[in-house]
């Protein structure tokens, strides 16, 4: 079988993991080709990851993130030929720009099985109607020309179903692979990485995220007063950079903060085990994800999570079980949210045993669905059982 996955770009994030953690196990058994444009911007990259580990990769220099109608129609005339050319048997997509251009590039080159992975939905709450508009009508539109969806967390499939994209019997969830093996190892221990970043004897609090909108890394500041008052030797590590790396910065130094922040910068995910070991909780504050990676990577190394209850969050966040899950902020229930935010992240920073017991219940909830040969077996398996069915359509 010859498979060609495509994704926007591959920078460091959860759906670049995921993607290459699938490449690489399906090459063992099948001709296999990662195409991608470039890892433009601040997040890094993981180009040389890819090289590393003998995938055929293709780089299409006008596969960019924003919309551009003149290198959108390039990128696309360049799938399709590339496409024409490889022959596949299956064309799987990742992400919404690589996901819509890849997916009718497919449809016109003859491909009879065109899968396409949701890792997160391109339209949501916050933003502007008239784009959360445009973007659900472009989505059932190249919904007709889908085999099948995977939806990295039932949420993806409601919500899709929702707004009308494709059928139910389009969609199959397969929970992403972390990389088990990188997280049952023992190199650097919590004190070494403390020392390094200079948390020793602090109880720390964790995000990791790339420091970009709706990542919510503002409500963490807003909150870190409060937190500062009753656990007073409290830090706050962000890891990850972004376009926002410089404005959360300044706010945190324009509230007196800086002596309580720690930034990393970029982390290579190779690191990610390490830096989980050092905290004692992750608070995951975005507003927009499917199911976000680094929660069911933080159980495997016994921590608690808490996390707004967005998308994909509530099927592993199990509320007073694995963590806390707190509503989402809008307009109305803003204090709200972060008052519950607050409380959650001082109760487990005041109960350690009980933060513990969380964080090991976390751990036996992820086993075995996010281990990577368990997701590779359904991917090949909807594969298998999607070649001959051709395209099914919405209607």
């Known amino acids: 079988m010859k498979v060609v996955h495509i994704i926007t770009r591959l920078i460091l994030g959860?759906?670049?993991?995921?993607?290459?953690?699938?490449?690489?196990?399906?090459?063992k058994q099948y001709q296999v080709t990662l195409v991608s444009g470039p890892a433009l911007g601040p997040e890094g990259d993981l180009i040389k990851r890819v090289k590393e580990s003998n995938v055929n990769l293709v780089i299409i220099p006008q596969m960019r993130r924003n919309i551009n109608p003149v290198l959108d129609i390039i990128a696309f005339i360049k799938l399709y030929f590339l496409l024409r050319r490889l022959r596949p048997d299956v064309v799987h997509t990742h992400s919404a720009k690589a996901g819509i251009?890849?997916?009718?590039?497919?449809?016109?080159?003859?491909?009879?099985?065109?899968v396409h992975t949701?890792?997160?939905?391109?339209?949501?709450?916050?933003?502007?109607?008239?784009?959360?508009?445009?973007?659900?009508?472009?989505?059932?539109?190249?919904?007709?020309?889908?085999?099948?969806?995977?939806?990295?967390?039932?949420?993806?499939?409601r919500e899709s179903l929702r707004v009308k994209i494709g059928k139910p019997g389009m969609y199959t969830t397969i929970y992403c692979s972390i990389g088990m093996e990188r997280f049952e190892s023992d190199a650097?221990?919590?004190?070494e990485i403390r020392c390094q970043l200079g948390l020793e004897n602090s109880k720390v609090i964790g995000t990791i995220a790339r420091i970009a909108p709706l990542k919510g890394h503002n409500y963490i500041i807003q909150i870190?007063?409060?937190?500062?008052?009753?656990?007073?030797?409290?830090?706050?590590?962000?890891?990850?950079?972004?376009?926002?790396?410089?404005?959360?910065k300044r706010e945190i130094q324009g509230r007196g903060l800086e002596k309580y922040f720690v930034f990393t910068g970029l982390v290579s995910p190779e690191r990610i085990p390490s830096i989980i070991k050092a905290i004692d909780i992750l608070v995951h504050p975005s507003l927009r994800e499917g199911l976000p990676l680094v929660i069911p990577q933080t159980f495997a190394l016994s921590k608690p999570v808490v996390s707004f209850d967005i998308a994909g969050s509530s099927e592993v966040v199990i509320n007073s079980r694995t963590g806390f899950l707190i509503p989402a902020p809008t307009g109305n229930n803003n204090?709200?949210?972060?008052?519950?935010?607050?409380?959650?992240?001082?109760?487990?920073?005041?109960?350690?045993?009980?933060?513990?017991?969380?964080?090991e219940n976390g751990k036996k909830l992820i086993i075995p669905n996010f281990i990577t040969n368990f997701m590779v077996e359904k991917v090949v398996k909807l594969y298998n059982g999607s070649r001959f069915s051709g395209i099914q359509t919405a209607n």
């Open 14 to 27: 959860g759906a670049q993991e995921v993607a290459i953690l699938t490449v690489e196990n399906l090459q």
């Open 101 to 114: 251009l890849g997916r009718f590039a497919a449809y016109f080159a003859g491909v009879k099985t065109i």
């Open 118 to 157: 949701i890792h997160g939905l391109s339209f949501h709450q916050y933003q502007n109607r008239l784009v959360n508009f445009l973007y659900v009508s472009i989505e059932r539109v190249t919904a007709l020309v889908t085999t099948k969806f995977i939806s990295v967390a039932d949420a993806m499939t």
């Open 188 to 191: 650097d221990a919590p004190r």
């Open 224 to 248: 870190a007063n409060r937190i500062i008052r009753e656990v007073p030797d409290v830090r706050f590590l962000f890891v990850g950079d972004g376009s926002l790396y410089d404005k959360v």
């Open 335 to 359: 204090k709200l949210s972060r008052d519950k935010l607050t409380s959650a992240i001082i109760y487990l920073l005041k109960n350690p045993d009980r933060a513990r017991e969380m964080g």
